[in-house]
């Protein structure tokens, strides 16, 4: 959708910005800027389902932190320091969050070539936070894991088997991701756009695809949005049975995980029977979608039918086996006060109280609307039972979709020209939570910054908080109850 | 040590049973996972593996980190020669039930100072991990053998086990509850699930695995052959326990003994595969409450002990 643009004088930003958050039907969608001389505040209405942005110039590269009065700006300020190298004054805490210490203090992706060539350079703090105390000791993890998952740093400092503060530290694949989707023709946006996180492939194409039709004022035919939404759910479904898996595998439930891994090969079949790709992979593009499944619609219920019933009897012997409701009940809380603070979203947001689901605000009024249910416990086992309900919800909208799929064209020609001087937002319920693609144009039409805020770079900080005072030994499986995502955040 | 018939069958056994255990437990996780997995004998290979590898040291580690493995190893190796885990005189007579447990003492503690050498914080907290686990599980394991012992009017084991049938004056109660804590303090020793998950690759809720991290190369092969023969050892009493036990209820015939007792400690892998197909690792602070099964049942099988003694 097309955003309403108001400038906003600097100092009024702040006094602002915590006015508009205390209406529970507002959000902070992203901070960020176009070119390092400005701020961009893009804050969502609920109510009235539309998004705006709020422009604040500034002279310099500082401005006045908001860290301090509104905790959900951390990680935005965190990220326009590392991509412009611009300062939050009075930011308590500023540590690089996109780069590692690899990078040179010079480097700073999204400023422009003429100020990179003035040669400034930004101090870096690369030191972790120093917990004192008698037999406190640290217990450095990663970025390289013994399993296959992506690099990530953790610090945690801990008091005999408990944790007492974990830092988090990410950008080891920082790709320049949005530098790049700034230089690629139009019709090539969408594939790398979908590679911003592989395992969010769908969602974030269709973010993408969302945000281009609204700056091109293309109608995407009825058709290619319910196939669409058939895409993302699949993709929900997929990721969630992985997740369930890989939680089954961290509580030493192998027989489980198999079985998990066994119900994600069937869905990836589904996917693939949708789209062509298993990972739903250069499916959906601006205007439509690429491919046609009625011919293959038949071997999709076909695929489908027994797949509910599998995958319940394993998530029955999973979910209310006494043992596993133990070892998760309790573990990785975070408090309904903490995740609205710093605006969780997704699985993560709806166990701990935070009932927003960018399905019931801003999705096409033409496709039908998820049930929604949150927990308000806020720990491992309200996340695993919210995966479990969300794998429900998906079968149910995939066979309602499937019942209901109208007939038409699939695709409207692909754009050449977008409107100049605007901002555009595509927003999507990925599985992870909301996620935002924020495109704006220059005078010309070009896309002049564009802008990916994943679903993690919320709840990274909500995972930092959740594991105070648990188990050294539980780390895991509260990190595995969030499930983030480190490309997605780290562009 | 002379070369007897049984001794023999030690030697043969010694060389094949503890890798034979630890791939029938393999073999059968796999199956419960729906994979072919690794060939039964993989263990063995990975030992030969291992020992042409180069070793990588760390540059802060002493000679104690070098030593640790090789202690551990000769001394499960004269623990394996001198107990008999097989219902036969062991090569080596004369093991006492207090030179067992020190001797199995001296060797945690090697493996303890030898993965705090390391400096890896990894391998630090699980040797603090072991060190309080078996802490906790000694008292269960070491009242288990008293009870035998106060029954058997002896505290050397080859008089305890290794003893023809009719020759066995120690109660059916006092070998199954023996069995009993055995069983679930040697689920602590040999750090299976439901205490540490020997398959995962989580470093952060290890134990064995995590104190063992910085080894590589033949000291890693060592570690590895040690930890097969300790789980022969415990398996092998274990067995013995059950296999004594039933003798109790059924007669057995003298030649069957020993076979019985390899077929108890096959199907001990099986169960201990099964356990780890179907239960989950239990969170850290609800360990003690699991090691508390196991002292209950040596407290038991003491308390057996010294009531069939007094009537007796």
């Known amino acids: 959708m097309i955003s309403i643009i108001e400038p906003k004088d600097e100092m009024e930003l702040l006094p602002a910005l915590k006015q508009w958050l205390q209406n529970d039907e507002h959000r902070l969608g992203l901070i960020t800027s176009l070119d390092g001389k400005q701020l961009v505040t893009l804050l969502l209405d609920l109510a009235s389902r539309q998004a705006k942005c709020w422009i604040t110039e500034f002279a310099g590269d500082s401005y006045r932190s908001f860290t301090s009065s509104v905790p959900q700006a951390h990680w935005f300020e965190r990220a326009l320091f590392d991509m412009y190298g611009l300062l939050p004054k009075g930011h308590p805490r500023l540590k690089p969050a996109l780069l590692n210490e690899a990078y040179s203090g010079i480097f700073a992706p999204l400023r422009s070539l003429a100020e990179h060539d003035e040669g400034k350079s930004y101090e870096r703090d690369l030191s972790y936070m120093d917990v004192g105390g008698e037999g406190v000791y640290e217990v450095p993890v990663g970025p390289v894991h013994a399993g296959i998952i992506e690099p990530g740093h953790f610090r945690l400092s801990c008091m005999g088997e408990r944790i007492l503060n974990l830092e988090i530290r990410l950008g080891f694949l920082h790709r320049g991701v949005e530098k790049r989707l700034t230089e690629v023709p139009l019709t090539k946006t969408r594939f790398i756009a979908e590679a911003v996180a592989s395992d969010t492939a769908a969602a974030n194409a269709i973010a993408s695809a969302q945000a281009i039709e609204s700056l091109a004022g293309l109608v995407v035919p009825e058709k290619a949005v319910c196939l669409r939404a058939l895409a993302l759910e699949i993709e929900r479904l997929s990721m969630h049975v992985c997740d369930l898996g890989g939680m089954a595998a961290d509580l030493g439930c192998g027989a489980i995980s198999a079985a998990f891994s066994r119900l994600r090969g069937s869905v990836f079949r589904l996917g693939e029977l949708l789209s062509g790709s298993r990972f739903l992979r250069a499916y959906i593009l601006p205007g439509g979608v690429a491919r046609d499944a009625d011919r293959y619609l038949a071997e999709f219920a076909r695929t489908l039918k027994p797949l509910r019933k599998e995958l319940n009897v394993v998530i029955d012997s999973f979910i209310s086996d006494a043992m596993v409701l133990e070892r998760l009940d309790g573990v990785g809380v975070l408090s309904p006060a903490f995740a609205k603070e710093f605006g969780l979203v997704g699985v993560a947001g709806r166990a701990s109280a935070v009932s927003y689901d960018v399905r019931k605000v801003f999705q096409n009024k033409i496709l039908p609307e998820p049930r929604i249910r949150f927990e308000s416990a806020g720990d491992a086992l309200s996340r695993t039972k919210i995966r479990v309900f969300e794998i429900g919800t998906s079968l149910d909208l995939i066979e309602q979709l499937l019942a209901s799929l109208p007939s038409g064209p699939i695709a409207v020609a692909a754009p050449e020209l977008l409107v100049p001087d605007s901002i555009a937002v595509g927003i999507v319920e990925a599985f992870r939570g909301e996620l935002i693609h924020m495109i704006s144009t220059d005078n010309k039409g070009r896309i002049k910054r564009y802008a990916v805020k994943d679903p993690s770079l919320n709840n990274w900080t909500g995972l930092a908080i959740a594991v105070r005072n648990n188990f050294l030994a539980d780390f895991p499986v509260c990190n595995k109850s969030f499930g983030l995502s480190y490309s997605g955040h780290d562009l | ?312």
């Open chain 2, 1 to 312: 040590m002379i070369l007897t018939s049984a001794n023999l069958v030690f030697i043969v056994t010694l060389t094949i049973m503890p890798f034979l255990l630890i791939g029938v437990i393999k073999k059968i996780k796999a199956c419960f996972q729906n994979r072919v997995g690794p060939p039964v004998f993989q263990s063995l290979y990975n030992l030969v593996k291992l020992f042409n590898k180069d070793e990588i040291l760390s540059k802060d580690c002493s000679w104690i980190f070098r030593s640790g493995p090789l202690i551990s190893f000769s001394g499960m190796l004269l623990l394996c020669l001198s107990v008999p885990w097989l219902p036969l005189q062991p090569p080596v007579p004369g093991c006492d039930i207090f030179l067992f447990v020190y001797v199995l003492a001296l060797i945690r503690f090697f493996s303890i100072i030898s993965s705090i050498d390391a400096g890896s914080p990894f391998s630090s907290f699980a040797a603090s991990r072991e060190a309080t686990l078996s802490f906790l599980a000694e008292p269960a394991f070491v009242l288990a053998l008293v009870a035998l012992g106060i029954s058997a009017h002896s505290s050397d084991l080859a008089l305890i086990f290794g003893q023809p049938i009719e020759n066995n004056r120690i109660p059916l109660s006092v070998w199954f509850f023996s069995g009993l804590a055995l069983f679930l303090s040697g689920i602590v020793e040999l750090s299976r699930m439901p205490i540490d998950d020997p398959s995962t690759h989580l470093e952060l809720t290890m134990v064995h695995e995590a104190m063992v991290i910085e080894n590589s190369g033949p000291n890693l092969a060592l570690v590895e052959w040690s930890y097969a023969l300790k789980l022969l050892l415990f398996f092998g009493l274990i067995a013995q326990c059950f296999v004594y036990s039933l003798s109790k209820i059924i007669a057995l015939p003298p030649l069957l003994l020993p076979l019985s007792v390899l077929v108890v400690m096959l199907a001990l892998g099986c169960l201990t595969a099964m356990i780890e197909s179907f239960s989950v690792k239990l969170s850290w602070g609800k360990n003690p409450d699991f090691i508390a099964y196991a002292v209950s049942m040596s407290l038991l099988s003491s308390l057996a002990a010294f009531a069939m003694n007094g009537g007796s």
